[in-house]
Nanobody, 121 residues
Framework: QVQLVESGGGLVQPGGSLRLSCAAS????????MGWYRQSPGKQRELVAT???????VYADSVKGRFTISRDNAKNTMWLQMDNLKPEDTAIYYC???????????????WGQGTQVTVSS
């Protein structure tokens, strides 16, 4: 099995910064694309940013220029640096990873349990 564990969420004032982490563990052969998604109350889960194994990135328009996604393939870890946070960034942030397990010919998608980010004065 594969586990994704997020950390780094919390309460921050508008204009502040947070850094989220996502650590993958388990019987992992390779992690392909990883990503961050978020969900606010009453809204559907939405893409925040994704990063491929060779560090090609995609960002939602709403976070471009403010958020930076990165990863360390050797440590099976991904980060999301969030700067100039706005109240509308308030949501539960979920880590996502497409993982090839040892001995498996195919990949599977895994999700973390989520971490709350609240932006409020």
């Amino acid at each position: 099995q594969v586990q994704l564990v997020e950390s780094g969420g919390g309460l921050v004032q508008p204009g502040g910064s947070l850094r989220l982490s996502c650590a993958a563990s388990g019987i992992i052969f390779r992690i392909n694309t990883m990503g961050w998604y978020r969900q606010s109350p009453g809204k559907q889960r939405e893409l925040v940013a994704t990063i491929t194994r060779d560090s090609s990135t995609v960002y939602a328009d709403s976070v471009k220029g403010r958020f930076t996604i990165s990863r360390d393939n050797a440590k099976n870890t991904m980060w999301l640096q969030m700067d100039n946070l706005k109240p509308e960034d308030t949501a539960i942030y979920y880590c996502n990873a497409v993982v090839v397990r040892l001995g498996s010919p195919t990949s599977n998608t895994y999700w973390g349990q989520g971490t709350q980010v609240t932006v409020s004065s």
